[in-house]
């Protein structure tokens, strides 16, 4: 990135977006079963009756499985949201949602309370088979999105305290962290980014922050609400100098829901 040095360890922060994932059947070439249908609702809305889930995948030669489970993650795989639930052939709708016995396909039931975080989700589907030894049975067959609706009062989220220097010299590394709340509870964060204007009035792309812990990346505690980022304006030992000057830097966060934050500003001097 032009005139920022941007840490490369940032790259492990982003393992990929929600808009880059599809609903998809995983079959591999090896395996002695095919998986030929997902089946999963694309909207859930919380009710105090009734929220479950049910999920369904069709399984070809289902004589060879042993196992067949999904997993409710975050988008970017972060979070497991719901662990492990059971799919069966058997029949049992009621605790299931198995429609028929032995049709080859499987289903499993969970329930999406309010306290999880309205938003994307992502099913995640595997499947263990009685044929390969133990270190290689266990595959991912599928993928589904979903978007929850929790029911409650969507409140966008508030940043402030932004600690950050006035001016600082090139090739000196510098922490700057921001405080961020949210009445949905943190875990309704989705993200929390700057973006920054160069002397010369060009203009970076989004940039995240973290709350992860990583000390390398200035983050102290993890999950207090105060994101992080480490960085420096290169001195021109490794890469093109940075610009002289003023450097605009604008922060905002986005829950879950897409609603955004205030927005705060700062300028750093950049010195020789």
Known sequence: MKNFKILLILLTIVFYSCDGLTDDIVNSPNSEYRVSDITAPEYIVFQE???SLVASIKIDNSDVISQ???N???PNASETVINNVAMFDDGNKANYGDEEA???IYSGKTYLGKSIPSGKYLLQFYVKDNVNNEDDNIRVVGFHQLEFD???NKIAPVISDLVMPDSIKRGVDFIFTIKVTDENTLADISQVYFQFTRPDNTSSGTILMV????INLGDETAGDGIYSFKNSFSDGSSSEAAQLGEWTFVFRAEDKGGLLSNEISQI???QE
């Open 68 to 70: 067949v489970w999904y």
């Open 49 to 51: 009756t009734d929220s």
């Open 268 to 270: 750093i001097l950049v």
């Open 72 to 74: 409710v993650i975050t």
């Open 211 to 214: 709350d992860n812990g990583d």
């Open 102 to 104: 032995g049709d080859g």
């Open 150 to 152: 929790n029911g409650q």
